[in-house]
């Protein structure tokens, strides 16, 4: 899947959620920007009570922002009623709950007319069918014509997926599907999951569960109410969410045009830089004049690493590669100390790159003099 | 400081007000029904007595001819006779000048400050009036809007109008609602007789027993000594009532009501119990969480078990704040609503200790009865079951015939589909709101029926009305000549001349057991058809044969049709055959049926008489209103001396108004059980959307509307509403059957005919569902408002 190609289906825009508890005010979402666009597959992580459910709500219309807006397909759900949300909801998204939540005294084919027969979508007579075909679809025709109570967790979870799907709404939305499932189950739920985004269903869940994570498209950490930007979060995973937000906190913005370089042999560097879209080339000059290209990185890989840490000035030239522009993050000299300080684990594991960049360089430096 | 447990049971009753509420108003709507009946009960069956006999009323009432001032002081030392009063009471018209013409009867009292029997109560303006001054009895003024000091003009029986004005207002309590038919009273010194051209004589006798006044046999045999001497006297004795100083002559029918009331009252408790059991129940559901924690940490079954008992008995506690002083206030406004309606008076409002001592018991034992079994259960139950807490799934993994058969039916949508199967979701609870409703809707259904039955009744005593003029004079005519004169006024068709005659009916032992107002129609008039019990109707030729209304069985339980009934008519007594019993309004007044033609002869009066009915070509009140006004001036201005006349159906209204009374209480009986019906239904509806919260997020979350939700949960209030009106419907049958039974016997002295009216099934299930649509929309609504964040907590 191309991210790129597809429409901007989910915006939100600066969105703050303030909760009132009687222990005070406690603020949930602090001021989140999320583009998400259509077909993509999004895991939201975070650990207990970061936010990733308000996150969530925000996106159903289940929870109302306390300021900034949500847009799904271009229209603001907060200016809609409780009952016109609703009705929306039914039409757009397909919601799944960890405690797969069907209505007891429905049969697993009733439950999955139900959201057909709320928002009057195909007609009556299609109805039943079209539910038997989405259970089908996920295993259940024999199962039908029982109630939930009768079924395994994994089939109902599987027949709360059909429920989801009955609409056929082009978002399906859910909350640690996996989480009360056995890992066999788990499997094949996130099998499903993938065939509906291979048709073009965009997928946006929460979960604990880092296999899950490995298979989506976009991966959203969510800490202390604030999205960790993207880039750090791939470049850096060995932070803690903490250490990602405050790095996340501290980042400068580059957009480099295509072909252009960033670093220059030999040069002093004062950043550590992360690449957030595009790809750049690390080049070698020969004495011929010749280039040699020694790495092409990309998105969530980082550079300038090696001069931080050896506080020699650059060892090699890295320019963005003519296919594209490249958008990286960078991080100051000091703060990147910092952040060596704070997480040995990182510290560790980019010493080690260093130690393999800075062979690799010296088996080309060798073969340069060669030429 | 207050111990944490308690303040646990403190925090339940504060932080969910309306289970407290519903909780609370399940127990006082019981409480309250019990106090306001078994207090009205009370202070009727008191008061009815005490004001009875706070007006000195006569033991013995006598009727006779004309007898003067020297009888009366005779008959003062006659043994046994404590006081003795005479009075002479004669019919006359009255209006308020220019206004329309009413009935009075006047009656003359020799003084007004030397008053010892049937005393009259002061209400306004002056007691003692001058001569040629007027007290009115205050039911006067329903027909004639008149203020003290006003005139009023008098018509007498000779034609001539006297105006006189009102000196006040006065009640009398012996007048109750015993004689339905009389006209109302005023009174008027004895002086101003010759001015009215009436003579000064009495022909009423008034008479206290010396010894013990409520004791009938006593009084009967003091009547029987007054009745010899005045008949020595050559003077007449017409009729004798006698009475009892502590009793109201509408006692047995006021107490049968009441009892019936009672009964009603009862069933409300019983049914309010069966509410607190469902709520309990809920509660006790809901905080089976609690209850394992804080079995976890080490509390007894037996504490549980106190807590739970305290907050139990908390609710009936505030319950009984609210329904002790409201059913103490609404029995005081019922006996005071009852009062006015028989004519007495109440000793001022007061704390009844009987209603109060069974509301408490009812407010504190009821709900622990009903709750005790839950309790019990929730207190025993397992750490583990107690807070092993189950999601939607949590339920049965097959259903029903029911819930199959609706799934089978094509055209039930799922969201129809979910409010069928959530009705029989919770059984028990199901069960109890059912009995609840359907008790109430069947009791709804009967007093229906009753009320038909009442009704139907009401119409067949039309049946004794049928003329739609009744003319009285005060002196007999020829029957052909007054015929003859009255078929010359425009739109009567029919005339006939009546006899009637007063009699006493004597017992075996020659006491005097009640008096007979005698009619004598022709025999082959078509202007009554009675309803038969036993026996026949009159036949051409009978002699000293005659038909008695039911209210004999009240002397002579046992008399049958064929028997012999000693009368004494006009001072002669004679033995009389009783051919047939019939069906009357009254149980307190009886009336019997004999030919005219032997009437007429035993009077001397052959071919006369004193009374005439008369039909006209249209039969509505307000016709023959007008046509008796008519009828009344051709004659008087021919100069006949007419007392008085009347439309057919007014008699028959004044006569059936005790009736519309009996009706209007079982109605009112009838939606308070519907009341109740109500709340338990709304309590469960309630108490399942409260259960319910999570499944209605869901339905949210999948596209339902506000109005899908709401109708969600009315659909399945009207679902339970229909059951219990295709319940009730069959329970009211015996229910009908029962109540008719009862009301009969009470008022009738026979048992009823069961009649169904179909009015009060369609009522009720127009009620019913009503009333299930509000019980429902409350819950529904809070159904919608939920919002999905509220009820499907991700974290």
């Known amino acids: 899947m191309n991210d790129t190609t597809n429409a901007l289906q989910i915006q939100l825009r600066k969105v703050i959620k303030r909760f009132k508890t009687g222990a005070g005010e406690y603020i949930g979402l602090r001021g989140v920007d999320v583009d998400i666009m259509a077909g993509q597959f999004v895991a939201i992580v975070g650990k207990s009570g970061s936010g990733k459910s308000t996150l969530l709500n925000m996106i159903t219309g289940i929870d109302h922002p306390t300021s900034g807006e949500v847009l799904v397909n271009g229209v603001n759900i907060y200016k809609m009623t409780e009952s016109e949300r609703s009705l929306w909801r039914g039409h757009n998204l397909g919601i799944v709950f960890q405690f797969f939540q069907l209505l007891p005294m429905l049969t697993l084919l009733e439950n999955t007319m139900l959201p057909m027969d709320y928002c009057n979508a195909f007609s009556p007579n299609e109805r039943p069918e079209r539910a038997m075909e989405l259970l089908k679809m996920v295993g259940l025709q024999e199962q039908a014509h029982k109630l939930p109570a009768a079924v395994s967790s994994g089939q109902q979870q599987a027949a709360a997926i059909a429920r989801a799907l009955a609409t056929d709404p082009p978002i399906i939305v859910a909350d640690e599907p996996t989480g009360n499932l056995d890992s066999r189950s788990s499997e094949e739920i996130i099998e499903l999951f993938y065939q509906l985004v291979s048709k073009g269903k965009t997928i946006i869940l929460v979960t604990h569960d880092p296999s899950i994570t490995k298979r989506t498209t976009r991966t959203l950490v969510i800490s202390?109410?604030?999205?960790?930007?993207?880039?750090?979060?791939?470049?850096?995973?060995?932070?803690?969410?903490?250490?990602?937000?405050?790095?996340?906190?501290?980042?400068?913005?580059?957009?480099?045009?295509?072909?252009?370089?960033?670093?220059?042999?030999?040069?002093?560097i004062d950043y550590f830089f992360m690449i957030a879209q595009g790809e750049v080339e690390v080049v070698l000059q020969s004495q011929k004049r010749e280039e040699v290209t020694l790495a092409r990185l990309g998105a969530g890989e980082f550079f300038g690493e090696v001069e931080l840490i050896n506080g020699s000035n650059s060892i090699a030239s890295v320019r963005a590669t003519p296919d594209g522009p490249v958008k990286l993050v960078a991080l100051h000299r000091k703060d990147f100390a910092d952040m060596l300080v704070g997480s040995p684990l990182t510290e560790e594991s980019i010493t080690r790159i260093v130690q393999a960049r800075l062979a690799q360089n010296r088996a080309a430096d060798r073969r340069r003099r060669l030429w | 400081m207050i111990r944490p447990r308690w303040r646990k049971v403190l925090s339940d009753l504060w932080d969910n007000k309306m289970r407290t509420l519903l909780v609370v108003a399940s127990i006082a709507v019981g409480v309250f029904s019990i106090g306001m009946i078994a207090g009205t009960y009370e202070i009727i069956s008191k008061d009815m007595g005490a004001s009875y006999a706070s007006a000195n009323p006569a033991n013995i009432d006598l009727r006779t001819d004309d007898f003067n001032q020297e009888l009366l002081d005779s008959i003062k030392n006659v043994d046994g006779v404590n006081e003795a009063e005479g009075r002479r009471f004669f019919s006359v018209r009255v209006r308020i000048p220019g206004g329309e013409w009413t009935n009075l009867d006047l009656v003359a009292i020799n003084d007004f400050t030397d008053n010892h029997v049937n005393l009259l109560l002061p209400i306004e303006g002056n007691p003692y009036p001058a001569n040629k001054q007027v007290l009115l009895e205050k039911k006067a003024l329903a027909d004639l809007s008149v203020q003290v000091g006003d005139d009023l003009e008098f018509q007498l029986p000779n034609g001539k109008i006297k105006t006189m004005a009102v000196a006040g207002i006065v009640q009398d309590q012996t007048t109750g609602a015993g004689?339905?038919?009389?006209?109302?009273?005023?009174?008027?010194?004895?002086?101003?007789?010759?001015?009215?051209?009436?003579?000064?004589?009495?022909?009423?006798?008034?008479?206290?027993?010396?010894?013990?006044?409520?004791?009938?046999?006593?009084?009967?045999?003091?009547?029987?000594?007054?009745?010899?001497?005045?008949?020595?006297?050559?003077?007449?004795?017409?009729?004798?009532?006698?009475?009892?100083t502590n009793e109201h002559p509408m006692s047995s029918t006021v107490e049968a009501i009441l009892g019936i009331l009672m009964a009603l009252g009862i069933l409300i408790v019983f049914l309010s119990s069966s509410l607190i059991a469902n709520t309990l129940n809920s509660l006790l559901t809901q905080h089976l969480p609690h209850i394992g924690v804080m079995k976890l940490i080490g509390a007894r079954s037996q504490q549980i078990f106190g807590m739970y008992i305290a907050l139990i008995l908390s609710f009936g506690m505030i319950a009984l704040l609210i329904a002790l002083p409201t059913g103490g206030q609404a029995a005081y406004a019922l006996s005071l609503f009852i009062a006015n309606k028989m004519n007495f008076n109440l000793q001022g409002y007061r704390i009844v200790p009987l209603a109060y001592l069974l509301q408490i018991i009812v407010a504190l034992l009821i709900p622990l009865v009903a709750g005790f079994i839950p309790v019990i259960n929730g207190s025993r139950v397992k750490v583990q079951e107690a807070i092993s807490g189950s999601g939607l799934s949590a339920s049965k993994a097959s259903y029903g015939w029911l819930e199959r058969l609706g799934s089978r039916v094509k055209w039930l949508t799922r969201p129809m589909l979910i409010s069928l199967r959530n009705t029989f979701r919770r059984k028990r609870r199901l069960l109890l709101t059912l009995l609840t409703l359907t008790i109430g809707g069947a009791i709804f259904i009967a007093v229906f029926n009753v009320q038909l039955s009442l009704e139907d009744f009401i119409k067949k005593t039309e049946k004794y009305f049928i003329a739609d003029v009744t003319l009285n004079f005060d002196r007999p005519y020829r029957v052909d000549e007054i015929n003859n004169a009255?078929?010359?006024?425009?739109?009567?068709?029919?005339?006939?001349?009546?006899?009637?005659?007063?009699?006493?009916?004597?017992?075996?032992?020659?006491?005097?057991?009640?008096?007979?107002?005698?009619?004598?129609?022709?025999?082959?008039?078509?202007?009554?058809?009675?309803?038969?019990?036993?026996?026949?109707?009159?036949?051409?030729?009978?002699?000293?044969?005659?038909?008695?209304?039911?209210?004999?069985?009240?002397?002579?339980?046992?008399?049958?049709?064929?028997?012999?009934?000693?009368?004494?008519?006009?001072?002669?007594?004679?033995?009389?055959?009783?051919?047939?019993?019939?069906?009357?309004?009254?149980?307190?007044?009886?009336?019997?049926?004999?030919?005219?033609?032997?009437?007429?002869?035993?009077?001397?009066?052959?071919?006369?008489?004193?009374?005439?009915?008369?039909?006209?070509?249209?039969?509505?009140?307000?016709?023959?209103?007008?046509?008796?006004?008519?009828?009344?001036?051709?004659?008087?201005?021919?100069?006949?001396?007419?007392?008085?006349?009347?439309?057919?159906?007014?008699?028959?209204?004044?006569?059936?108004?005790?009736?519309?009374?009996?009706?209007?209480?079982?109605?009112?009986?009838?939606?308070?059980?519907?009341?109740?019906?109500?709340?338990?239904?709304?309590?469960?509806?309630?108490?399942?959307?409260?259960?319910r919260t999570r499944e209605i997020g869901v339905m949210r979350a999948i596209g339902a509307t506000d109005g899908q939700l709401m109708r969600t949960v009315m659909v399945e209030g009207m679902i339970i509403g229909l059951i219990s009106w295709f319940l009730g419907a069959i329970f009211s049958f015996p229910i009908t059957f029962l109540l008719s039974r009862i009301i009969s016997l009470a008022i009738f002295n026979s048992p009823s005919q069961f009649v169904l009216n179909p009015m009060g099934f369609i009522i009720w299930l127009g009620l019913v569902l009503i009333l299930s649509a509000i019980a429902s929309v409350l819950p529904a609504r809070s159904a919608a408002r939920l919002t999905i964040r509220e009820v499907l907590a991700y974290e």
């Open chain 2, 486 to 691: 009255v078929m010359n006024v425009p739109h009567v068709q029919h005339s006939e001349g009546w006899s009637f005659v007063s009699a006493d009916i004597i017992r075996p032992d020659n006491s005097v057991a009640d008096y007979l107002t005698i009619l004598a129609p022709p025999v082959d008039s078509k202007l009554i058809d009675p309803i038969m019990l036993e026996g026949r109707w009159l036949q051409p030729g009978d002699k000293k044969a005659i038909t008695v209304s039911e209210a004999i069985w009240s002397d002579f339980p046992d008399l049958q049709a064929g028997e012999q009934l000693k009368l004494k008519i006009n001072g002669q007594e004679d033995e009389w055959t009783v051919v047939g019993i019939f069906r009357f309004i009254s149980r307190d007044q009886i009336i019997g049926y004999a030919t005219y033609d032997y009437i007429s002869e035993l009077l001397n009066l052959p071919k006369q008489a004193f009374s005439y009915r008369i039909v006209t070509d249209e039969h509505t009140l307000e016709y023959q209103k007008q046509m008796s006004a008519t009828i009344d001036k051709y004659l008087r201005d021919l100069g006949y001396h007419v007392s008085e006349t009347q439309a057919g159906l007014s008699t028959l209204e004044t006569a059936s108004e005790s009736l519309a009374i009996l009706i209007n209480f079982l109605l009112i009986m009838a939606l308070l059980t519907a009341l109740v019906g109500s709340i338990g239904l709304t309590g469960t509806m309630g108490m399942n959307v409260m259960e």
């Open chain 1, 224 to 268: 202390d109410g604030m999205i960790i930007n993207e880039t750090v979060a791939q470049a850096l995973p060995l932070l803690n969410h903490t250490q990602m937000l405050k790095v996340t906190n501290l980042l400068e913005r580059m957009d480099i045009p295509a072909g252009n370089t960033i670093i220059h042999k030999g040069e002093h």
């Open chain 2, 179 to 244: 004689d339905f038919l009389a006209p109302p009273l005023s009174y008027v010194t004895r002086d101003t007789l010759p001015w009215l051209g009436q003579s000064t004589d009495y022909n009423r006798l008034l008479v206290t027993v010396e010894g013990d006044s409520n004791d009938i046999d006593h009084i009967r045999e003091v009547s029987t000594s007054v009745s010899d001497k005045i008949e020595k006297s050559n003077i007449l004795v017409y009729r004798t009532e006698l009475n009892k």
